[in-house]
Every structure is written in C-alpha cells, then in structure tokens.
C-alpha cells in the first residue's frame, strides 16, 4: 500500500497560495508475490517449492516432484500406462528433466482414492502436500477468469489471450503467431505461475518444450479428467480432457 499526499497551489505575482493538503492510498496487488505467510512449502521427500498469489487463490509456483504421499507411502515409477495403479514418469523418460519440470502422474496417482470433485475448493488432498489440495475445474476456471479480467494480463487486450500471463519465459520452443506463449516468451508470466511445457506421458512421451497440461480433481467423463493446457502456438488457456492413464503436471493450491 502507497500512500500519496496531494495539496493544489497557485503562484502570481502576489505569491503562493496553497489549497487543503488531501491524502489517498492505492492498493498493491499481491499477485505474482508469494502467499502471504507461506512463502514456502515442503513436500514428504523434503523438496521445497515456492508459493505464487494470484488473485484470492495461493498456488504452488513450481510443478510438484514428489516421489510419495504424505503419509510417505510410495509412488511408483512407471514405464507403462494404468488407469488403476498410481504411476509417475519421468518427463521424456529422463530423470534429469524431473529438477526442472517435476513428474508427471497419470490420475489414480493424483487422485489417491478419493472421488471426483467439481466443489471449490476440491476437498482432495490426493497427492498434494499436508494443507494443500488438488484444484478442481471449478479452480482452475477461478484462475483464468481471474486473468482474463486483468486487462494487463491479456495479450493485445483480447480477454480470451490470457496463456502468457502463466506460461514461464523460458523453455518453451518458439511461434510466428501473435500473442502464442512461444511468441515473444521474454512477454509471459505476468502472473508469476510460470508454467514450464513439460509434455506428458501417454505410453509414450511426447512435447516437451511445446506443450504442459495440469490435472484437476474432476471428472469429464467416464475414464477421463479436465485439464488446463498451454502450448507453444496457442494464446489462449485450453480446457481439455485427460484420461485417467496419461501422464500429466501438477499444480497444488492451499486450502
């Protein structure tokens, strides 16, 4: 918060008058800092990842990595797809990729058990953190329609241009269309989420460098899940469908 103090004047040749002096302070928006008061939070394995506000909702600013729940239970790598047994991968079958863009986990890994949930806030820990949860569609539509009523956030001031405003500046392969997150990459992460394109698994391993898709908690339909998507030539954030056996990122948001 910036406080201003403003007092009108006027000078002639009989000398200086000056008006009642008024005072008036602008907020500062918390977005793009860390949450306040959790700057930080740490996973069971003790890896640590920093926090990103962004409007009412406190998100993880960095893909999660965890090898276990947090009850230490462990998470088995996989090398082949399941829509029963909870599987991570490494991105592109490397596991020095993990540092950078975290695992991906097919749904039963997300979800641990729990059902589907369309409430906001989700409810599901999952595989999040002890305080954290799985967001919901209902929370990930919170976060873009957040942006996209921020005329900052939106590319040439096109509501429905707001993939910049969260994709990272870094890593993501490059695009000749205007307002693309591969257009002009040193532009993106007005937010601070910094969305790194970490591909995904789906018995394969495709797209890193093009594209990253994020898991929520709810249904889409029988055997599959919505997810949000970034890509390299796309302005907009997609909202798209999972099924439950691909290997995609997550994000945790606090409870």
């Not at 740490?42 to 993880?60: A, E, H, L, P, S």
């Not at 996989?78 to 029963?84: A, F, I, Q, V």
């Amino acid at each position: 918060m910036t406080t201003y103090y403003v007092r009108a004047y006027a000078t002639n040749s009989a000398g200086t008058v000056y008006g009642q002096q008024v005072l008036f302070t602008t907020a500062t928006s918390p977005d793009g800092r860390p949450c306040p008061g959790i700057p930080t939070l740490t996973d069971v394995d003790g890896n640590i990842y920093n926090t990103v506000q962004i409007g009412n909702q406190c998100w993880m600013k960095e893909n999660l990595r965890t090898t276990k729940y947090a009850d230490n239970t462990a998470i088995a790598l996989g090398n082949e797809t399941s829509t029963t047994t909870a599987y991570r991968y490494y991105p592109m079958n490397n596991s020095s990729n993990v540092a950078t863009y975290g695992y991906l986990y097919n749904w039963p890994a997300v979800m641990r058990n729990s059902t589907s949930s369309a409430n906001n806030p989700s409810g599901v820990q999952g595989i999040c953190p002890t305080g954290w949860h799985v967001p919901s569609d209902a929370e990930w539509t919170q976060l873009t329609d957040y942006i996209s009523s921020q005329s900052p956030y939106c590319c040439s001031s096109n509501t429905s241009y707001n993939a910049k405003a969260l994709a990272s500046t870094t890593g993501w392969y490059s695009s000749a269309n205007t307002c693309a997150v591969g257009n002009t990459p040193s532009g993106n992460n007005a937010t601070g989420f910094g969305a790194l394109p970490a591909g995904y698994y789906y018995g394969g391993y495709l797209n890193l460098g093009n594209f990253v898709y994020f898991w929520s908690a709810t249904e889409s339909d029988s055997s599959y899940a919505y997810l949000r998507g970034l890509g390299r030539d796309y302005a907009g954030v997609g909202r798209n469908n999972g099924h439950y056996y691909d290997g995609f990122s997550v994000r945790c948001l606090c409870d």
